[in-house]
């Protein structure tokens, strides 16, 4: 098994913090059978003049490679492959957007 380093997929910012998705953790080497924990792949906030990083949601390794990010005046969203999430900026429980299971979504565009 082999681990990297948390890398940034998607980023997204508004006026007062910076969003992103991340996708790390270990992930099964060719011949040895086992996946650990992406617990690295995530959802993430941190204001923009710095301070500790916020995890909004915690993403699966095996869907953490497609997560994108945006925000918009209220909310925050986010995929993670088939999938749209949204959480209020305030914070609150994370709600199912927009799903369809037999498609992936490549991106979040707001209008």
């Known amino acids: 098994m082999s681990w990297w380093t948390p890398v940034i997929t998607?980023?997204?910012?508004?006026?007062?913090h910076v969003y992103y998705t991340t996708t790390g953790g270990a992930y099964t080497v060719v011949?040895?059978?086992a996946t650990g924990p992406g617990s690295a792949s995530g959802v993430w906030r941190v204001d923009k003049c710095g301070g500790a990083q916020v995890e909004l949601a915690s993403l699966t390794?095996?869907?953490?490679y497609m997560a994108t990010v945006q925000v918009d005046s209220s909310h925050v969203y986010w995929s993670d492959g088939s999938t749209v999430y949204r959480q209020a900026l305030a914070g609150g429980p994370v709600d199912v957007f927009a799903t369809d299971p037999g498609r992936t979504v490549d991106g979040i565009f707001l209008d």
Do not use: K
């Open 61 to 64: 390794s095996q869907s953490a």
């Open 10 to 16: 998607s980023l997204a910012v508004d006026a007062t």
């Open 31 to 33: 011949g040895q059978g």
